[in-house]
């Protein structure tokens, strides 16, 4: 069973920038395409972005060019630099497997961007 931590949410003015970051607890992670999914009020759960275990990377239209997910292996962390943050960013950002059956979901981590 992996385990899933989010940290780095936070408050930020429309323009600025932040740094997702998920910690995993289980072997199975560092093989795992890896996502950040978002959960917005009223809105469907949105995958933003995903690697693969060889670093391939996929972004949702609504934040290429402004988010970059990476890897560190060493870690076992999959982080989420996130810029030029608009006030529709707003939202509790998880982490969980991107392809097959999702594990159980962490806590998340709740990001809001004021105008």
């Known amino acids: 069973q992996v385990r899933l931590v989010e940290s780095g949410g936070g408050l930020v003015q429309a323009g600025g920038s932040l740094r997702l970051s998920c910690a995993a607890f289980?072997?199975?992670?560092?093989?795992?395409?890896i996502g950040w999914y978002r959960q917005a009020p009223g809105k469907f759960q949105e995958l933003v972005a995903s690697?693969?275990?060889?670093?391939?990377?996929n972004y949702a239209d609504s934040v290429k060019g402004r988010f970059t997910i990476s890897r560190d292996k060493d870690k076992n962390t999959i982080d989420l630099q996130m810029n030029s943050l608009k006030p529709d960013d707003t939202a509790v950002y998880y982490c969980n497997r991107a392809r097959g059956v999702t594990w159980r979901w962490g806590q998340g981590t709740q990001v809001t961007v004021s105008s």
């Open positions: 289980g072997s199975v992670f560092s093989a795992a395409t």
């Open positions: 690697i693969s275990n060889d670093g391939g990377t």
